[in-house]
């Protein structure tokens, strides 16, 4: 190669780079044209799988309709944080809700991006609390917390979620953008091609495993509040202890999944009855997303119209849905680790996950009790009495 170039004349050299340049950028529009195309077809398919589903639970349009049963109006929300067992968790939902008849749907956001735009939080909180076709519901998705009592409707979906150690969650995403994992293993990640450790990565100083990196368990918990995003914020920090406390209904940790799910099946059944043995046993069952569903107009004219807000999930056949590893991982280092630990920003988000532990490891000390080496869930430990008038 570098003989020709020296056989070749520049103006030719010149031609030829120009050429390579246009040709390049043709393949990069061809490229954005298909995605475009992808995005349209996955909208119409959508819009349709949409309108089947509001076909099958309308009414008749002159009776009024009658107002859902507490059970049946419950609205879960969980706001998954990437790498921390998400998708092993919610393809249990997925495999359960046919047989508990609930309906699950995946929140899917412009670029995986966490933060909603203001127009599209008040969308959101609207389309949760008045689609009635879709309770009970099961929402999930890759979100920050939304404090729904500030957008002025009736009722408060439950929150839940799961943490992780923060280096371990860190690691885990770091090879999962270059090797993928079991779950979808043809699939192109980001990264593929890099064959950097995470030692190595650590070592060199380089982006994708600089402290900063850490900083998500934290904002997830926090919100759409800018100082959440603003990392090593000790008013964000406190800020998602405080949600963490007074508006999720359980946090587990990913280190103890199985006791996270047994615990919700005990205080949620209408949800996650079979869960617990559902995740011992395995199951037979995957999903996969329509993207980006819009809402009929004439299912409900008090939600506006919007391309980009929920995505409906469906079951299809697969192995083992809730059951995922990333491959090629290799554990760090004690020296990577020590290095990532003097870090301000590890130990912030450090402090918080050991405060969901406590608080799970409380919650869990009241809930469930081990005997001969398995867990079962404690019976009701209330009753009532002296119940007056007679």
Known sequence: MGLLRIMMPPKIQLLAVLAFGVAMLFIENQIQNLEESRAKLERAIARHEVAEIEQRHSEDTGRE????????????IYNRVPKTASTSFTNIAYDLCGKNRFHVLHINTTRNNPVMSLQDQVRFVRNVTSWREMKPGFYHGHVAYLDFSKYGVKGKP?????????????????????????????????????????????????????????WLQIPFFCGHHSECWNAGSRWALEQAKYNLVNEYLLVGVTEELEDFIMILEAALPRFFKGATELYKTGTDTAYHSIHFAPLPISSNPVLPRTDRLITLSHVTPGKKSHLRKTTEKKPPTKETIAKLQQSDIWKIENEFYEFALEQFQFVRAHAVREKDGELYVLAQSFFYEKIYPK
């Open 65 to 76: 309709l009658s107002p859902l049963s507490e059970k049946d109006d419950t609205v879960i």
């Open 158 to 214: 439950m929150y839940i979620n799961v943490v992780r150690d923060p280096i371990e969650r860190l690691v885990s995403y770091y090879y999962f953008l270059r090797f993928g994992d079991d779950y979808r293993p043809g699939l192109r990640r980001r990264k593929q091609g890099d064959k950097k450790t995470f030692d190595e990565c650590v070592s060199s100083g380089g982006s994708d495993c600089a402290p900063e990196k850490l």
